[in-house]
């Protein structure tokens, strides 16, 4: 276990090395990269952070409480960011591209290249350092009362927002096993659906729709009811105990589902092979 | 599987090992009607491979042939563990690709010809350090290694120039290099070759016979370029429709088409010349086809002398493609369906 | 004609080769989120309460035009995704022009969007709370100006591309939250703050859809709004035809 976690490390120190060289390749595109990041991770949230202002809040959350939400969005919508260079985290586009294959040649279990090939900790840290940002000034407006297990369990909300997303986008990616190039994007269009609804407030909703919401498609838990436990809103305490197990069920399902394309993935191979994406 | 069986390195003699190894694939197949494809989009079922036996030993240079969809990609997809037979048995150096596949891949070496391994946005130097991290290759043998590639692949005028600018031949041999980093035992390359051109594919091949000879290196490749292959390989494995046509060296193979010869007699008008065949004139270039089995080189020799106006006389053996060319015809005409 | 609609059935067909149920599947996932941003709507206008000057009605108009209309306010051609394959090549090698081959390409790949997912939930529409007729007459002359503007800022975004050699991710990626803000097409421009809206409503970003939303939902005013989608239309149409014409050749080499 020991040698695993170290190997792990290993290879994330070689990526984010590796990342820091493509970035600081010329300056034109180091600025260039910081400019498009800054404004894509500012441009996606701002709509609505702009009708919460224009409406005095959305639904039952201040523009203040709306800001920590956003915040946290960005944060953990920039960690999977972070950590999807090469589609590692859509797999379905690696499966559907038949680019499993290179995964294949490579001495290293499959999960361990999945977690460390995509790491873009310098290139692909706009969003979650935008995200920290929006989320300690809303902190601060907020004047909330930070403690270290707050702050513990914050980094915890946003670890399990990260598994969510990327257990669901794994979920989904099982089609890309039987139908290669209809599903090639599957795993994106699930990873855009919820990050398109995972930053609004769904008190309003009906109760059906909230726990679709929350279950099913759960955009709601990317941000919206990890905010409300961490803000002292949650409409049951349980919910800080239920939040993460259902985190570890979705990454947990992820995980088997992929496993299980694997295997069909033995039987049938891929007769598809698009260069495209692959190590760039 | 205990675990020490999956991390199992043990010595080998004998690198590719398939018994009686079949394996079946569903094509989609779909018409000009929208409708249809939606509601029934229909298949139909490929036989990849057939019960193939194939057994290569430790240092053989094996050339893998066949004419397009033989089989030869699937077999080489089943020797890395990508995908799985559906029925007999696979080893690889001494391993089960689908399970050892990790251990496996340290010892051997895989280059398909249309993909590349190398990191498209960063300079070839920095996918050769990358392979050095995920292969845990000592620093003894990746300088070595590095030096070696560098000195016969010519590299060094590229190492750090971006893939992505780089020609095919550049990619290829970059691709090569890098593949060699960990000191593979058995290589396995599908269409290394492949739009190189001849300057290229010389290099290519003479460094393949190099690893051979030099480091023992086993060897096995494909490619639609049959002259190529003879000139590489000792041994010549075709593949036709999923079965194993032809096993053997070079010499066999143009023995077993007949050991066709051509002859080319350039004088004025077109000469009759018994037991031949006329392929073709060009002017005063006039060639024949004949079998030696039938018409002796002597006999034929002075058939000609007592041709009248004859100014020069040619033999040769049939080029290797135009062999090839007549075998695939003729099993695809024997090949059932 | 016929090369263009040969061309068009071809790219129509693409998308039946991948079944029924691939084809659900995603339009599945964009109704629920259209669904969703009603819902949103909801809340923020309940029945009979005006937000921003807008109705409920108004507002869920908005949201399902979006969806029904989508490819065509948010125009993408394949040259932008071709030119990572380096296969825009083969739109030379045919005896049409390549901007005709880039337009009913397009046009055949909206087809099963059209079918799918427009037609079914622009029947829905009175059911969900939306209004089936647009407001303005004016609306179709603003979709067919907006839908040109779609192609030049596609072919512009394809020479940025180019231009920027490795950084094709960067540009989608700054490109799809800038449509998601810019173009109006997710939020209403009279409902953003501190007259935002007014100031993006002329832009050439906002001329793209929220120009053509607002007067399918009687928000827009057609004096203001067709005339700076005709001024964005011939600027850009210049502009990106000769942009286009000068990065032909970075094209042809890049990605092949």
């Known amino acids: 276990?020991?040698?695993?976690?170290?190997?792990?490390?290993?290879?994330?120190?070689?990526?984010?090395?590796?990342?820091?060289?493509?970035?600081?390749?010329?300056?034109?595109?180091?600025?260039?990269?910081?400019?498009?990041?800054?404004?894509a991770n500012f441009a996606a949230v701002t709509g609505l952070f702009l009708l919460a202002v224009r409406f005095g809040g959305v639904g039952d959350m201040s523009v203040d409480e709306m800001l920590f939400m956003l915040g946290f969005y960005t944060l953990s919508t920039g960690l999977v960011n972070m950590m999807d260079g090469g589609n590692a985290l859509n797999i379905s586009r690696r499966v559907g591209r038949g680019q499993l294959d290179h995964c294949l040649i490579q001495p290293l279990p499959l999960w361990m290249q999945l977690a460390t090939?995509?790491?873009?900790?310098?290139?692909?840290?706009?969003?979650?350092?935008?995200?920290?940002?929006?989320?300690?000034?809303?902190?601060?407006?907020?004047?909330?009362?930070?403690?270290?297990?707050?702050?513990?369990?914050?980094?915890?909300?946003?670890?399990?927002?990260?598994?969510?997303?990327?257990?669901?986008?794994?979920?989904?990616?099982?089609?890309?096993?039987?139908?290669?190039?209809?599903?090639?994007?599957?795993s994106a269009v699930m990873g855009g659906f919820l990050s398109s609804l995972g930053y609004y407030p769904l008190s309003g909703l009906p109760g059906w729709a909230r726990a679709a919401l929350n279950t099913v498609l759960p955009a709601g838990c990317l941000s919206w009811l990890p905010t409300l436990i961490l803000l002292g809103k949650a409409p049951s305490p349980t919910l800080s105990f239920f939040y993460p197990l259902f985190a570890v069920l979705i990454f947990g399902a992820g995980v088997t589902t992929f496993q299980k394309g694997m295997k069909l993935y033995a039987k049938r191979g891929s007769s598809r092979y698009k260069a495209m994406g692959h190590r760039s | 599987m205990p675990n020490a069986a999956l991390h199992d390195t043990k010595p080998w003699d004998t690198a590719v090992e398939m018994t009686q190894v079949s394996k079946r694939f569903r094509q989609k197949q779909n018409g000009d009607n929208v409708l249809a494809n939606l509601l029934h989009p229909r298949h139909k079922t490929v036989d990849a491979l057939k019960e193939v036996d194939l057994t290569i030993r430790r240092?053989?240079?094996?050339?893998?042939?066949?004419?397009?969809?033989?089989?030869?990609?699937?077999?080489?997809?089943?020797?890395?563990?990508?995908?799985?037979?559906?029925?007999?048995?696979?080893?690889?150096?001494?391993?089960?690709?689908?399970?050892?596949?990790?251990?496996?891949?340290?010892?051997i070496g895989v280059l398909f010809g249309n993909r590349t391994e190398l990191w498209w946005d960063h300079p070839v130097l920095s996918s050769f350090t990358w392979k050095k991290a995920v292969w845990e290759i000592d620093e003894r043998t990746y300088q070595e290694q590095f030096a070696?590639?560098?000195?016969?692949?010519?590299?060094?005028?590229?190492?750090?120039?971006?893939?992505?600018?780089?020609?095919?031949?550049?990619?290829?041999?970059a691709d090569l290099g890098m593949m060699l980093m960990h000191r593979p035992q058995f290589i396995l390359l599908d269409e290394p070759t492949?739009?190189?051109?001849?300057?290229?594919?010389?290099?290519?091949?003479?460094?393949?016979?190099?690893?051979?000879?030099?480091?023992?290196?086993?060897?096995?490749?494909?490619?639609?370029?049959?002259?190529?292959?003879?000139?590489?390989?000792?041994?010549?494995?075709?593949?036709?429709?999923?079965?194993?046509?032809?096993?053997?060296?070079?010499?066999?193979?143009?023995?077993?088409?007949?050991?066709?010869?051509?002859?080319?007699?350039?004088?004025?008008?077109?000469?009759?010349?018994?037991?031949?065949?006329?392929?073709?004139?060009?002017?005063?270039?006039?060639?024949?086809?004949?079998?030696?089995?039938?018409?002796?080189?002597?006999?034929?020799?002075?058939?000609?002398?007592?041709?009248?106006?004859?100014?020069?006389?040619?033999?040769?053996?049939?080029?290797?493609?135009?062999?090839?060319?007549?075998?695939?015809?003729?099993?695809r005409e024997e090949a059932p369906g | 004609?016929?090369?263009?609609?040969?061309?068009?059935?071809?790219?129509?067909?693409?998308?039946?080769?991948?079944?029924?149920?691939?084809?659900?599947?995603?339009?599945?996932?964009?109704?629920?989120?259209?669904?969703?941003?009603?819902?949103?709507?909801?809340?923020?206008?309940?029945?009979?309460?005006?937000?921003g000057g807008m109705t409920y009605q108004q507002l869920a108009t908005f949201t399902l035009m979006t969806g029904i209309l989508s490819p065509m306010l948010d125009v993408r051609t394949p040259v932008s995704s071709w030119l990572h394959e380096g296969t825009l090549l083969s739109l030379y090698q045919r005896p049409m022009g390549v901007m005709t081959q880039l337009v009913s390409m397009t046009l055949g790949r909206w087809g099963t969007h059209l079918v799918f997912f427009s037609l079914p939930l622009y029947l829905l529409m009175p059911a969900l709370g939306g209004s089936r007729l647009p407001a303005s007459p004016w609306f179709l002359p603003?979709?067919?100006?907006?839908?040109?503007?779609?192609?030049?800022?596609?072919?512009?975004?394809?020479?940025?591309?180019?231009?920027?050699?490795?950084?094709?991710?960067?540009?989608?990626?700054?490109?799809?939250?800038?449509t998601g803000l810019l173009t109006g097409a997710v939020i209403p421009f009279s409902l953003l703050p501190w007259g935002i809206g007014q100031a993006l409503e002329l832009s050439p970003m906002g001329t793209l859809a929220g120009a053509t939303l607002s007067l399918y939902i009687g928000s827009g005013d057609a004096a203001r709004l067709l005339p700076a989608q005709a001024f964005w239309t011939a600027v850009l149409l210049p502009l990106s035809l000769y942009l286009f014409h000068k990065s032909t050749e970075r094209m042809m080499s890049y990605g092949g």
Request: aromatic share 10%.
């Open chain 1, 1 to 39: 276990m020991a040698g695993k976690v170290k190997r792990l490390f290993s290879l994330w120190a070689h990526y984010a090395k590796m990342d820091a060289q493509w970035f600081a390749q010329d300056t034109g595109m180091f600025l260039l990269v910081v400019f498009s990041e800054t404004i």
């Open chain 1, 117 to 186: 090939e995509g790491f873009l900790p310098v290139s692909g840290s706009a969003g979650a350092l935008c995200g920290l940002g929006f989320l300690l000034f809303a902190a601060a407006r907020l004047r909330l009362a930070v403690s270290p297990l707050w702050v513990l369990g914050t980094v915890l909300f946003v670890l399990c927002s990260f598994a969510i997303q990327v257990g669901m986008r794994y979920i989904v990616s099982l089609s890309a096993f039987f139908h290669p190039a209809g599903s090639e994007e599957i």
């Open chain 2, 59 to 107: 240092g053989e240079f094996v050339a893998y042939a066949g004419p397009n969809g033989a089989g030869k990609s699937t077999t080489f997809k089943l020797l890395c563990g990508m995908i799985g037979a559906d029925s007999g048995r696979v080893r690889t150096c001494g391993l089960d690709p689908l399970r050892q596949r990790i251990p496996l891949m340290r010892q």
């Open chain 2, 148 to 173: 070696l590639a560098c000195e016969m692949l010519d590299l060094k005028h590229f190492l750090h120039t971006f893939v992505r600018e780089l020609s095919l031949g550049q990619r290829m041999r």
């Open chain 2, 194 to 331: 492949l739009g190189l051109d001849v300057l290229a594919k010389r290099r290519m091949i003479d460094f393949l016979k190099y690893l051979n000879r030099e480091q023992g290196t086993t060897i096995l490749v494909t490619s639609h370029d049959l002259d190529d292959l003879t000139e590489m390989a000792q041994r010549i494995v075709m593949l036709s429709a999923g079965r194993i046509a032809f096993d053997g060296a070079p010499g066999d193979l143009q023995r077993r088409a007949g050991d066709p010869r051509r002859v080319t007699v350039v004088c004025g008008a077109t000469p009759a010349l018994p037991g031949c065949t006329l392929l073709g004139s060009q002017g005063e270039r006039h060639t024949f086809a004949f079998d030696p089995g039938r018409v002796s080189v002597s006999a034929l020799l002075s058939n000609i002398a007592r041709l009248p106006g004859v100014k020069d006389v040619e033999l040769s053996r049939a080029p290797i493609e135009g062999v090839i060319a007549e075998l695939y015809r003729n099993w």
């Open chain 3, 1 to 51: 004609m016929k090369p263009t609609m040969a061309t068009m059935r071809m790219c129509l067909k693409e998308s039946s080769y991948f079944g029924i149920v691939n084809l659900a599947r995603t339009y599945l996932i964009k109704l629920f989120g259209t669904l969703f941003m009603l819902m949103i709507w909801r809340m923020i206008a309940p029945d009979g309460v005006e937000a």
């Open chain 3, 142 to 178: 603003s979709l067919c100006l907006a839908v040109t503007q779609g192609f030049l800022v596609d072919f512009l975004f394809a020479c940025l591309i180019v231009r920027a050699a490795n950084l094709s991710w960067q540009i989608e990626s700054l490109r799809r939250a800038l």
